[in-house]
Every structure is written in structure tokens, then in C-alpha cells.
């Protein structure tokens, strides 16, 4: 059974930094396209950023884009999340997603197959 695990979520001030990691497990194969999404008390899950296996391709929600980066190493099954001045809206469970069939650039949740427990990111302002 595939497993994501994530961490490095926290408190942390308005204009500071975070950076997520999410592991996979479970499966012979890697993941395929990986992504990370957001909830933020009393809203609709939003997509925050996709990338597709190779690395070379990735995509961001307009809200992030200039302040987040997400990268993966494929060597360790593991996608990261790199969030720079962060702000109080950025405030939200962020959880990540992996895709095991397809390899496209992936915006809906529904695309993906397995989801990470999610983790907190709390930004104070």
C-alpha cells in the first residue's frame, strides 16, 4: 500500500520560510506526477503546485507563484515544498498528493491516487 508522509510544517512569521517534504512508499515503482495542495479553515481544498516526474515541468496557483518552489528527487521518492515570504494567507493544512498513472501536469485533486496525512502551516502576521 503506497504512503505519503509529510513534514516540516510549523509557525513561522509573516515574510519567513518553510520547507515541506513528503516521502513516498510502498510500491516498486515511483510516483509519477506529484503535488501539493492547501485547505485553509472553512475553504475548498485549492491546488498550490504540480510537478511531473522528470523535474522539468512544473506549475503553480498565481498566489504562490515567485515565492514557492517545488522540486522532488526521485532517487528518494520525496517531493518538496519551499515556501518563501510566506503571508498569513498562506496560513493552511497543506497536503501532498501522487499520481502512479498519470505523467501530465495535474491541477484537480481528483487526478491523483494517494494523499499525504497533511500538515499545518501556521504564518502569523
Known amino acids: 500500500q503506497v504512503q505519503l508522509v509529510e513534514s516540516g510544517g510549523g509557525l513561522v512569521q509573516a515574510g519567513g520560510s518553510l520547507r515541506l517534504s513528503c516521502a513516498a512508499s510502498g510500491s516498486t515503482f515511483g510516483p509519477g506526477t506529484m503535488g501539493w495542495f492547501r485547505q485553509a479553515p472553512g475553504k475548498e481544498r485549492e491546488f498550490v503546485a504540480t510537478i511531473r516526474r522528470s523535474g522539468a515541468y512544473t506549475y503553480y496557483t498565481d498566489s504562490v507563484k515567485g515565492r514557492f518552489t517545488v522540486s522532488r528527487d526521485n532517487a528518494k521518492n520525496t517531493v518538496y515544498l519551499q515556501m518563501n515570504s510566506l503571508k498569513p494567507e498562506d496560513t493552511a493544512v497543506y497536503s501532498c498528493?501522487?499520481?502512479?498513472?498519470?505523467?501530465?501536469?495535474?491541477?484537480?485533486?481528483?487526478?491523483?491516487?494517494?494523499w499525504g496525512q497533511g500538515t499545518q502551516v501556521t504564518v502569523s502576521s
Open positions: 498528493a501522487a499520481s502512479y498513472r498519470r505523467l501530465g501536469v495535474l491541477k484537480m485533486a481528483s487526478e491523483y491516487d494517494y
